[in-house]
């Protein structure tokens, strides 16, 4: 049914714009993963795990939960997406709906683009809602947390456009879980080096806001880029 | 030569490279004969290559 | 002689065969050459003899952003030119690279205890070394998950590019990280400019590893091809095998390659 939904929206006739195509993968995208099971939402549960999870480590001492907030929401951020990362196209692997998307008249890198959104909006911006009320946990003020939340606003989209590389390698692999884990890291390693450390210093630092707060942002334009066009070839690769 | 307090660190990376890059070598030799030797096994049980070579001709 | 005369593997075993001895020679003098220029190396004013770990671990760091580099190349080549060979070129690359990246590890971490006091220091350099090395096992992992050799090839040549793209971003990131976070100043030897008693042994040692690279490279390479060789007839073998159980007629044996649906036997 929903490859059929799919497929048609591909193939609709010639007057109808590209954009449609796209806009139905995105919708398709967002009601499924906020149907099936919660799997969007098994994300934002995550989150909340491992940010729970860190005073049972590091003890109860506010002051230094204070100063390890904007770090502990980041690495939970950076792990609760990593989570539901294959998702992204494993379901549509499963049911062969991803044959269809590849064959498609799309071009598949706007395909790829537009399932990276979809996947943000449904698994990332439900993260970057929950900090305030994490941040409440980690002994963070308002201004604090609005600094994190607005560093993950523009450092999410990076995880997930760059993620969407390894889902897309591993997507073909039975047991790809854990290998699309270890491809990821090493490419969210410099979007977290910069989202901690613009919140730190819009938090308390001596340094300015803007500069890390810039090159998270180039990371993210660099990832909207590189993730579609990557995703795709090794899409097209695996599945062929 | 007197290596100073610190000898054994010294004498210890130059091991530990020593022990690496042979490691390396028996690996790479190890292998290679293992992929001659199956290749010895499948002509003797003539299995011929599209060529028309033998299998285990590696020239 | 041309790339594309290369890209005959028959060719290239022969032509390798015969490369290969006189590159192990020249390996072994240069290293010999080397290893007695490090030893006479005079002491380093702030480091004493520990300065000779330099001599070994600066070379394995090269190589390690070296081979990477080969590695993309090679992938260039599966993706756009698909070279025969580059397939095979990368695939003998990554564990080679993964042991100089580990050697780089191993040899700095020895040689910041006697100079920071510490077997480990978040400092740029260690630090960007650590993902690299990350990088080249994720890479190892993915050869080793997809069956089909081209297909693998393929995967793997799009991570290698896309960490190759990563790694400027990654060095870059660890930098700026560690100038925000450590107040103290990594030990310099000698200054910005390397003495020339230290340069020369330095760029011996370099030199020497950059032919052992080659060396292992190529012989690994060779092994490739013969395992590829190995896994053919192997299938091959088994087909002809399967029709004389008298199966189906439409078995062909002998002149296609399998598909990757074929069970893998035993082809690492």
């Given amino acids: ?240 | 030569m007197s290596l100073g307090p610190y000898a054994s660190f010294i004498v210890t990376s130059y091991l530990l490279v020593t022990a690496v890059v042979l490691l390396l070598i028996a690996w790479i030799t190890i292998d290679y004969r293992r992929q001659k030797q199956r290749l010895h096994e499948l002509d003797a049980s003539g299995v011929t290559r599209r060529s028309g070579r033998r299998a285990a001709d590696i020239r | 002689m041309t790339l594309i005369d290369l890209a005959n593997p028959t060719r290239f075993m022969t032509l390798s065969a015969r490369v290969l001895p006189w590159l192990a020679a020249a390996t072994a003098i240069l290293l010999a050459i080397g290893l007695y220029q490090s030893a006479v190396a005079p002491d380093d004013y702030q480091q004493g003899a520990t300065v000779k770990i330099m001599f070994i671990h600066v070379p394995n760091a090269w190589l390690s952003m070296m081979v990477w580099g080969v590695m993309s190349l090679a992938a260039l080549g599966t993706l756009v030119w698909r070279h025969p060979l580059a397939d095979v070129a990368a695939k003998a690359a990554a564990p080679i690279g993964a042991a100089f990246t580990f050697l780089a590890l191993v040899t700095g971490s020895l040689w910041g205890r006697p100079m920071w006091g510490t077997y480990w220091e978040w400092d740029a350099r260690l630090t960007s070394v650590l993902i690299l090395f990350l990088m080249y096992l994720g890479l190892i992992a993915l050869w080793r998950a997809v069956e089909d050799p081209s297909r693998a090839a393929r995967a793997a040549a799009i991570l290698t590019l896309v960490g190759a793209i990563n790694l400027p971003i990654i060095k870059f990131s660890v930098d700026w990280w560690n100038t925000l976070h450590q107040p103290a100043s990594v030990l310099r030897m000698g200054g910005p400019t390397l003495d020339r008693a230290f340069l020369i042994p330095l760029l011996m040692m370099a030199l020497a590893f950059s032919f052992l690279f080659l060396t292992l490279h190529l012989a690994a390479m060779r092994n490739e091809i013969l395992r590829r060789r190995v896994r053919t007839l192997q299938m091959r073998q088994a087909r002809a095998s399967s029709s004389e159980v008298g199966s189906s007629s439409e078995v062909d044996s002998g002149s296609r390659e399998g598909s990757a649906s074929r069970p893998e036997f035993g082809s690492a």
């Fill in chain 1, 1 to 240: 049914m929903r490859a059929v939904e799919s497929r048609h929206a591909a193939h609709a006739p010639a007057a109808v714009p590209r954009m449609t195509a796209l806009t139905a993968l995105i919708k398709r995208d967002l009601r499924i993963a906020l149907r099936v099971g919660g799997g969007a939402l098994i994300g934002v549960l995550f989150f909340l795990t491992v940010v729970v999870l860190m005073p049972f480590a590091v003890g109860p001492d506010l002051a230094l939960l204070t100063r390890l907030g904007p770090a502990i929401l980041w690495l939970g951020a950076l792990l609760a997406s990593l989570l539901t990362l294959d998702r992204v196209f494993a379901a549509d692997h499963e049911d062969g709906s991803l044959d269809l998307i590849v064959m498609g008249r799309t071009p598949l890198e706007l395909a790829c683009a537009a399932k990276a959104l979809a996947h943000w909006i449904a698994a990332g911006l439900p993260l970057i809602i929950a900090t305030p009320v994490l941040g409440l946990l980690l002994n963070l003020d308002a201004a604090s947390t609005s600094a994190v939340a607005l560093t993950l606003l523009a450092g999410t989209p990076a995880l997930t456009f760059t993620g969407m590389i390894g889902a897309a390698l591993a997507v073909t692999l039975h047991r790809g879980g854990l290998l699309l884990a270890v491809l990821v890291l090493p490419l969210s390693i410099p979007v977290l080096i910069f989202g901690v450390a613009a919140s730190q210093a819009a938090i308390s630092g001596p340094l300015w806001f803007g500069a890390p707060f810039s090159i998270l942002c180039a990371l993210s334009l660099v990832s909207f880029v590189v993730g579609p066009f990557a995703a795709a070839a090794s899409l097209r690769q695996g599945l062929d």
